[in-house]
Structures are given as C-alpha cells and as structure tokens.
C-alpha cells in the first residue's frame, strides 16, 4: 500500500504556516525591485488572502462549482 | 465627424450559495429566486426572447446557457462608457444578493466575476463585446485575428489552465478553451475569432461579436479591450489593412504561447517576421495612431491611444510595470508571493505539473477518471495505479523533489485557484475590490457616483435611451409590456415602438413596422411583416410566461431527474438526490411495466444515495428489491446491485460477501453481458468510491475499486484474480436466494 509519509502532519504543517509565513523561494524577485507599489500591494495582498482564504480550499471549490456557459 | 459607434460587453458570472455545514444550494432553486427578486427590485420589462428582462438603464439581465446570470450593458458610445455600465451591472447584481434578507433563507450567495471553474468541471463562461460597424464581415478574421491574440497583455484575467492537473499560470484562462482560429462555436469548439453577425439592427450595420476575452477589475484593462478592438474595426471599416503585416500562420498555438508568457516576450511568426505579444499590439498601436488626425475615429479614439501606448511601454519593462493595474499582472504577483510564503519555489511549480498530470493520465483509466486530484484524496486515487506511483516517486527524486511534498504541493494547488476565483467575488469580501479599497492598485477610471448613475439612468444617445425610458414608464405592466433589443411592444394592441434604429430618438407607437433603413417595400409587405414580428411576439410571451413559472423540478422526464439527482448526489447534496430520485421512480413506476429493466436500475441508484448518506439499513432495503426486480433477467446492472451489496455489507462490518462476489462472478461469466436499461454502460460513482474508501479498510476499498474497473470493462478482470478473496471465491447462481 503506497502512503505519503506524514501526510496528515504536513497539511496540518501547510495550514499552520499561514500563522508563520515560510521564507525561502528564491526565485521570486525581491519586493524591492518591484517598486514601492507592488511592495504595497504584496503586503496587502497576503493579508487579504489569509483572511479570504476558506479553511479548506477543495470544499471551497467543489461548492462553487458552475457548469460551462459561452 | 465619423458616425458614432455603438459598443457594448455582455459579462456572465458564476453564481453559487452555500448553507450551513457547507451544504451547496441548488442552482435550479437560486437562479429562479434571484431573478424572481429582480423581478420585484428593479424596474424592468420582460424579454420577449427569453425569461429575463430589459432594464431601465437600457441593459438585459437574464439567466444564459449553463445558468450564469448575464448582464449586457446597453449599447454605449465609447469604452469608458461601456466601462460604466459594466461597473453598474456588477452593482446591480450585488445589490440583488447583498441588499436584505438571503436570496435563499440560511444561506450566503456569492457573485463571481470569473470566466473558469476550478472544481474540476472544467468549464468556462464567456465575457463578449459586441462593436457595431459598416466594415465587410469576411475582411475582418485577416485583420483582427492577431490583434484578439496579443491584446491579451492588457486584457487578461489571469489565473489558470483549468484542464490541466497541475499549477500553469496564464494571461488568458480562456486561452486554453480556444481551439479555432475562425469559429462560429460559443459552447464549443470556441474560436478566436467568432463569426455570429447578428446585428440586432436595421439598415446595413454588422455586429463584431468577440469571445475570446475575459471580465476584468481592472478599468484600465476593460477600457483598453474595448477600445483597442473598436478602434481596430473602425480602420478596417474605413477599408484599411492595419493587421496585414502581422497576420499569423498559427493563431492558435500563438494564443496558447503568449497566455503562457508572462514576461510578455516571447515571439511568433508573423508576415513581418517573429514578434512578441507586445510588438504586435505595437503595431496595431501605430496603425491606429497615424489615423488620428484624418477624421476616420471617433472622439475618445486619442485618450485608447494614450493609454495604449503607456501600458505597452510599461510592458516592455517586465510584468512588475502593470503589477498594479492589469488583472494579470496583480494576480501574477500575488500569486507568486503566496507560493512563496507558501515554502515553494515558483518554477518548481512546473516540475510538479508534469508529475501531476501523469498521475491523472494513470487515473484516467480507472474509475476514478472523474475525479480531481485532490490532496485529501491522494492515498485512495493512488490505489488502483500503485505502479505508476512508484515510477513518479522515482521521477520525482530525480528532479529534485520531495515525493512527500507532492499532497503539499496539490493543496496549494487549490488554495491557488481558490484565490483566484475569490479575487473576482463581487462585494466587500472578493479580493480585488479589497485590494481597491485598499488603495493599492492603480487601475481606476471611472467613479463611484458615475456607476450609480449607470445603474439606474440609460446612455444619453442612442436607442438605449429610448428603451431605458420606456422601461421606467410601463414597469409594472409586464404583462402587457415586451421588449428586445429592437423593440418594444404592447402585446395588447400589437403595436411597437421601433428601435431598428441603433439612433432611433422617437417613443411614438407605430402600428405598422417600418421598413429598414433606405428599403422600399410595398405596403401589404410591410403589413405582413408587421403582423408576423406581432404574432411571434405573442407566441414568446406566452413562452416565456410559462418559462418564468416552471419551478426546477416541473418536469416530468423521469430521466431528465434522475440524471439531475444524480449529478445532485455527486456534489454530495444528498437530501435533494434522494427526493428527485423518489420522484423520478414515482412517475416511473406509473408508466413502465412491471417488469421493466429501468425499475432496478433507480432503485439501485437510490441505494447508493443512501449509502452515501450512511443510511445502510434503508440503502440494503433498495438494494434488495432492486436485486428481486432483476429476477430471471439478469446483465450489467445485476453487477452493480452486486457490488452496491458488497460495499453496504462490509459498511456493516459484515465479512460474509461470498454469496455476492460469487454471483458477481456468475454474472461476468454471462456472455453477452447486456445493458437492458438503456443506460450508461460506464459507472461514474467516484464520490460513491470516495465514501467507502474513508470508511473501509485499504484492503476492502482497492477490491471495490478494482470491482467498479471491471464492471466498466471486462479485461480488468485480470487484475482481479490478484485479490485472493475473489480468485477463491465460487462462481454462485443468480437464482439463489439473498438471505434476509
């Protein structure tokens, strides 16, 4: 049977790093660069979708789910 | 003075209701109640196509194809215009599902200004403009084509590929649902460029109908996409060739690369030579520009260009230039930093689509081909593809992976489209419209108090004018009153008031229906005419009449509601599945013979509702008379009664399935192994597989797994002879009796 090591333990670990925001990603460019503007929109931004963001996002989604249109 | 032009955006948006514990509102019962409370809330006149209305600000709001409710804005005169009554159309709605008490009582609608849906349907909606114009119709798929692909540097949404099982970012989520250059599909088979003229006008006026685009926040985006485009047809109407140098030998794979290119610079072939999205958009940029001063474009035509050039300009420096004031743009900075803050690294998101979208390719062969891959559900989707799981576990080490990051990695996957799709939620609530209140984002072009005016007054020119007062004048008499785009009507004396016209100023009646504009007719023709446009009228009053009172479950098509229950009992709304199924067996059962194969058949899809609902004892009820239906007449769903008694037994704790494994072998051992019901021959019952594998033992759910592969197809039974408990078990009669 195929499990994923600690798997309970890392959701928990993902849902507990919206408290503690993880470092790293170096790829992303510094928010410097970006300008004052998008320095102000990232910090917004991030406090705006931690609050937004429901506890479970499949839920979130299968219950918005809309049939195709145009 | 150039004619004024006539311009418009019909957006449809998502629309969903969510009651306590999460239970989703049916959309049937939400869309009838909020149009019946538009019905009570806004001035308005009925449609005389459709179960929507004309409103007074000269826009329609109605319910389109897969129940998004649209709002059209009325025909405008220029993009910030358009823009206006775009803003107030989104006010409109909000104030249907904010002002007062729930549309639906416990519950809380939600309002997306969204184009995909990242539940796994894979869907998409549409956000069209329409621009009225002289031009030659068959000119313009030559001119426009390149200019519809590369304005999505300004004009995209933003967000993902919903088709894919992994994370790709794109300027254009309606980029991926593009598989045409020239099409005349809406629904399907969707093209960049859309060939319906259907000008809702008199005279010789055509109407560009565009598809391919999204619903913005962003004012600058939505003023430049109308703006841009216009202006574009006005010099092909002016019989100028402004996309011959960029035309493009492969628009398609053109569309598909620039939405995948946020650093706006990758190139494509064109006539000129290989070009960015930008460079393209330049181009037309330039075409437009030396047109300003000849009296060819229309008043607003050098504010577009201003705007043009800047955006472009601020493109060539890197996406971060429009980071604050493109959907695109603010989404793609968003969403990079909250991967961040999320512990992943941005371009390892691309190694974890290409494991991802094996993992689905595997899954498409097993019954849980429908379901999407979720973190939560990882462990059991594994089940019937171990194998190729561990060939991903393998290709994931060697790219430098944690293979335990991978559930990871799929729920930020939905957190992902999570905030997209939230980013459009109309209302305090939706992100973009915090983020706006926030003051952080530099996008806005027109005001608060010029929306308000939108919502209730119509364009000061044009038809729309004369529509919107009428529909002030006789709301209320909606039972007399009918309108559409070139009419209005008083179906009691068959008289209209004629808006063929796109400028018609006059609100006289007119008994006889004018010709169009510079025809001559001879006057028994127009009568005639007059009399049929009259009598179509009342026939689709009458229509819509009967539309407007049909409540969800009015039909009585017991296939059409059990296809409805069950795609109810997928979406886990349970109580609503059980009650439609009943209702379908009720009328059923009063109209096929006793003996009918489609009686077992929803008695055993009842049970399985029930089963999911944990009502075990009720569901082996069902299950059992289904079986007793069967008797004598046995095919493939004597197989899945089998297997519904299988899962209800070991649900129970009972471990004495030997009967029902043994008749299951007897029944794939019937050759042919028929389908009497008429029915699918593949069993979709993924969210049945998902209940029993969180209650059952690994062991037990791989078995039923396996069980649901080989009812769908008869080689996987195979597989089965691995499972000791089905490779001893003995093939049993179907006559043998189930115990009580």
């Known amino acids: 049977m195929i499990e994923w090591k600690g798997e309970r333990a890392m959701r928990e670990r993902n849902r507990d790093e919206r408290e503690t925001p993880a470092g790293g990603g170096a790829a992303v460019p510094a928010a410097g660069d970006l300008g004052e503007q998008a320095e102000r929109l990232f910090a917004a ?26 | 003075v150039p004619e004024p032009r006539l311009l418009g955006i019909e957006t ?31 001035p308005h006149l009925g449609d005389d196509h459709s179960s929507g209305m004309f409103l007074a600000n000269g826009g329609r709001f109605y319910v389109d194809a897969g129940g998004h409710p649209e709002l059209t804005t009325p025909e405008c005169l220029s993009p910030t215009e358009v823009l206006r009554y775009v803003r107030a159309g989104e006010t409109i709605l909000r104030g249907l599902t904010e002002d007062g008490a729930p549309l639906v009582p416990g519950s809380r609608t939600s309002i997306y200004r969204s184009n995909v849906d990242y539940s796994g349907s894979r869907a998409t909606w549409g956000c069209h403009e329409s621009v009225m114009h002289r031009a030659d119709p068959r000119s313009l798929p030559d001119q426009l084509i390149a200019h ?70 962003s004012d600058l985006g939505c003023f430049l996409k109308v703006g841009t485009t216009a202006l574009i047809v006005a ?5 100028l060739h402004p996309g011959d140098d960029v035309r493009l030998p492969a628009p398609v794979d053109a569309a598909h690369l620039f939405a995948g290119d946020p650093t706006c610079t990758m190139r494509v072939s064109t006539l000129s030579g290989p070009r960015s999205a930008v460079s393209i958009q330049r181009h037309y940029l330039e075409q437009v520009e030396s047109q300003l001063d000849k009296g060819l474009l229309p008043p607003w035509a050098p504010e577009v260009c201003r705007r043009w050039r800047d955006v472009l300009e601020r493109l060539e420096g890197g996406w971060q230039g429009v980071a604050t004031s493109l959907d695109w743009a603010i989404k793609f900075g968003l969403f990079r930093e909250h991967v961040r803050r999320r512990g992943f690294v941005w371009e390892s998101l691309a190694q974890w689509t290409a494991i991802a979208e094996r993992f689905a390719t595997a899954l498409a062969k097993t019954p849980f081909r429908e379901r999407p891959l979720r973190a939560s559900f990882l462990r059991r989707l594994a089940l019937p593809i171990r194998d190729e799981v561990g060939r991903l576990q393998l290709q994931a080490r060697r790219m430098g992976l944690d293979w335990d990051d991978f559930p990871r990695f799929l729920d930020l996957r939905d957190e992902l489209f999570e905030i997209d799709t939230r980013f459009g939620e109309l209302g305090p609530d939706g992100l973009f419209t915090s983020l706006d209140r926030a003051g952080v984002l530099t996008h806005r072009l027109v005001d608060g108090d010029e929306v308000a005016s939108a919502v209730e007054h119509p364009p000061s020119v044009g038809r729309a004018l004369v529509r919107g007062r009428l529909v002030r004048q006789l709301s209320g008499h909606d039972d007399r009153y009918c309108c559409d785009w070139a009419r209005v009507w008083d179906c009691e004396t068959g008289r209209c008031v004629d808006l063929t016209d796109p400028f018609a100023t006059s609100m006289a009646w007119t008994d006889v229906h004018p010709t169009t504009r510079g025809e001559a007719r001879p006057d028994h023709l127009e009568a005639l005419e007059q009399h049929l446009l009259f009598a179509r009228s009342r026939v689709r009053r009458v229509q819509a009449g009967r539309r407007r009172q049909e409540s969800p479950d009015d039909t009585t098509n017991p296939i059409e509601l059990s296809d ?12 609503e599945a059980e009650r439609i199924f009943r209702r379908a067996m009720e009328i059923e059962d009063a109209r096929v013979a006793p003996d009918s194969p489609k009686r077992p058949h929803r008695r055993n899809h009842l049970a399985m509702v029930l089963l999911r609902a944990g009502r075990l004892d009720e569901a082996k009820t069902w299950n059992a008379e289904a079986w007793c239906l069967k008797a004598g007449r046995h095919d493939l769903v004597s197989g899945r009664i089998l297997f519904i008694r299988i899962a209800l037994c070991l649900l129970q704790g009972r471990r004495d399935v030997a009967l029902y494994l043994g008749q299951l072998k007897t029944v794939f051992n019937l050759d042919p192994l028929e389908c009497l019901a008429d029915i699918a021959v593949t069993w979709e019952i993924h969210d049945v597989l998902d209940t029993l594998c969180e209650h059952l033992p690994d062991a037990d759910a791989t078995l039923l797994v396996h069980l649901t592969e080989a009812l769908n197809d008869r080689e996987h039974l195979e597989v089965l002879e691995t499972f000791e408990e089905w490779r001893t078990v003995e093939a049993v009669g179907l006559e043998v009796a189930w115990p009580e």
């Open chain 1, 45 to 70: 931004g991030g406090d705006a979708i931690e609050r937004a963001l429901s506890q479970d996002s499949a839920a979130f989604l299968a219950a918005n789910q809309q049939e195709g249109g145009q």
């Open chain 2, 12 to 42: 449809e948006y998502a629309v969903s209701a969510v009651a306590a514990h999460g239970i989703r509102v049916g959309q049937p019962l939400l869309l009838d109640t909020l149009m019946q409370r538009a019905r009570q809330r806004l």
């Open chain 2, 148 to 217: 519809l692909v590369s304005r999505m540097v300004f004009t995209g949404a933003g967000g993902f590929d919903n088709v894919t099982a992994g994370v790709k970012f794109t300027l254009s989520p309606r980029a991926t649902h593009v598989h045409h250059a020239v099409s005349g599909g809406s629904t399907s088979g969707r093209g960049i460029f859309h060939t319906k003229n259907e000008s809702l006008c008199g005279g010789d006026y055509h109407r560009l109908h565009v598809i391919f685009g999204e619903s913005l926040g």
């Open chain 2, 235 to 239: 010099l092909c109407e002016a019989g």
């Open chain 2, 564 to 575: 409805r229950a069950r795609r109810c009992r997928m979406r886990g709304q349970l109580d």
